[in-house]
C-alpha cells in the first residue's frame, strides 16, 4: 500500500496542519516547550536511569521534535541506561522533505541554549540526518528503526490511533500525549483511545501533555491515573501531568 504524505502549510513561521486547522508547534521556544511540558513532565531523564531499557510511548510524531528532543537528550545523559524504544503513532505523516524544512525554522542558527543539558537546537538536524533514508520507505503499520548503533529504536505507528495502539503489546514507561487540540481531533483524546493507552501502562508510568481540558483529565482519573495541572511555559498557561497507579476497581474505591 503506498503512503500518501500529508501537506504541510505554513501561517506567519508556524507550520500548520490544515486537516485539523492547528498548528504543530508554536512559532518560538518549540524545543524549550518540547522540554518542558513532554520530558520534564514524564520526570526525564531522571526517570531512565532506573531502567536498563526504557519504552516511551507518544501518540501524535508529528514533526518529530519530541522524538528528537528526548533522543538528544538520553544520549546526552551519562547515567542512562542501555536501550531507550521510541513508540509514536502518526496518522498523517508529512513528507521528509516537509519534515526538516519545519526542523530547520526550529533550530534557527542564533538559538543559544545557556543550560548544558540543551544544547543549540541545531545539535537535532544532526540527530535527523539517518531518519532522511528511511523516511521514503515510511508505510501503513509499524516501521521500526534502529538508530545509534542500535541503542535506540525508533517504531513509527503509522494509521489510526486506535487501531495502532491494539496492535501494541509492550508495557511502557512513559507517555506524550501530542495529537492535535482535543477540540479539533476529538478521536485522538476520546475515553476509548485513552483507555487504549492506559492499557499499555504500568503502575508508575509517568505521562505529559500540553492540554488541560477537563474531559481529558476526567477520563484519565477514571483510568487509574492521579492527574495535577502545572504550570506551563509561556505562552501555555498550564499542562498536564500524571503517574499510572493501577487498573481502578470495578467497586471503586473502599472506606
Known amino acids: 500500500m503506498t503512503l500518501t504524505f500529508e501537506p504541510l ?17 508554536t512559532r518560538f521556544d518549540a524545543l524549550a516547550q518540547a522540554h518542558r511540558v513532554f520530558l520534564e513532565g ?5 526517570g531512565w536511569r532506573q ?18 528532543a528526548t533522543w538528544n537528550t538520553w544520549r546526552r545523559d551519562p547515567a542512562r541506561g542501555t536501550q531507550l524504544h521510541y513508540i509514536s503513532i502518526e ?29 543549540a537546537a541545531s545539535a537535532l538536524l544532526d540527530l ?23 541503542q535506540v529504536t ?26 492535535f487540540s482535543p477540540a479539533l481531533n476529538p478521536h485522538m483524546w476520546s475515553a476509548q483511545t485513552l483507555a487504549l493507552v492506559a492499557r499499555r501502562c504500568q503502575p508508575g508510568t509517568r505521562l505529559s501533555s500540553y492540554t488541560v481540558a477537563r474531559p481529558v483529565r476526567d477520563a484519565l482519573t477514571q483510568l487509574g491515573f492521579a492527574v495535577q495541572r502545572v ?3 509561556p505562552p501555555k498557561r498550564h499542562a498536564l501531568q500524571a503517574r499510572y497507579l493501577g487498573p481502578p476497581s470495578p467497586h471503586g474505591p473502599t472506606t
Open 154 to 179: 525508533l517504531t513509527l505507528c503509522i494509521g489510526d490511533v486506535q487501531d495502532m495502539l491494539r496492535q501494541l503489546d509492550m508495557p511502557v514507561d512513559a507517555v506524550y500525549l501530542d495529537g
Open 231 to 233: 504550570h506551563g511555559l
Open 9 to 25: 502549510s505554513w501561517q506567519n513561521g508556524t507550520p500548520r496542519s490544515d486537516r485539523f486547522h492547528d498548528i504543530y508547534r
Open 128 to 150: 535527523a540526518e539517518p531518519l532522511a533514508p528511511r523516511w521514503p520507505t515510511l508505510k501503513p503499520g509499524l516501521n521500526t528503526w534502529p538508530l545509534d548503533a542500535g
Open 42 to 46: 514524564c520526570g526525564l531523564p531522571t
Open 51 to 68: 531502567r536498563p531499557r526504557f519504552t516511551l510511548l507518544e501518540t501524535g510524531f508529528g514533526l518529530g521534535l519530541n522524538f528528537l
Open 91 to 119: 496518522a498523517y505523516p508529512v513528507s521528509w522533505d516537509d519534515l526538516h524544512t519545519a526542523l530547520r525554522a526550529t533550530t534557527a542558527p542564533d538559538e543559544v541554549s545557556t543550560d548544558p543539558a540543551r544544547p
